[in-house]
């Protein structure tokens, strides 16, 4: 297997682990996660809200994995 395979296995496995986790208030963890995606693509200059923001913390990230799964689905699609 590649290297790039491997890299998307993971990220799937993460995916499939983040939507099993729901249940278990992974809000949480996702809203913290939408947070480091902003932070990590504006190099720090801008910042979510802790409390205030949480339901757009969650969607970025919602919108981050969504990415990440079609990536995953079209770069395996191309690998196979």
């Given at each position: 297997?590649?290297?790039?395979?491997?890299?998307?296995?993971?990220?799937?496995a993460?995916?499939?682990?983040?939507?099993a986790?729901?249940?278990?208030g992974?809000?949480?963890?996702?809203?913290?996660?939408?947070?480091?995606?902003?932070?990590?693509?504006?190099?720090?200059?801008?910042?979510?809200?802790?409390?205030?923001?949480?339901?757009?913390?969650?969607?970025?990230?919602?919108?981050?994995?969504?990415v990440?799964?079609?990536?995953?689905?079209?770069?395996?699609?191309?690998?196979?």
């Amino acid at each position: 297997m590649t290297f790039t395979t491997v890299v998307l296995a993971v990220l799937g496995a993460l995916l499939v682990g983040a939507y099993a986790l729901w249940d278990l208030g992974a809000e949480r963890l996702l809203a913290s996660f939408g947070r480091f995606v902003l932070r990590a693509f504006t190099f720090g200059r801008a910042a979510v809200a802790s409390d205030s923001s949480e339901s757009q913390a969650i969607g970025i990230a919602t919108a981050t994995l969504l990415v990440i799964f079609i990536l995953f689905l079209i770069i395996t699609s191309c690998v196979h």
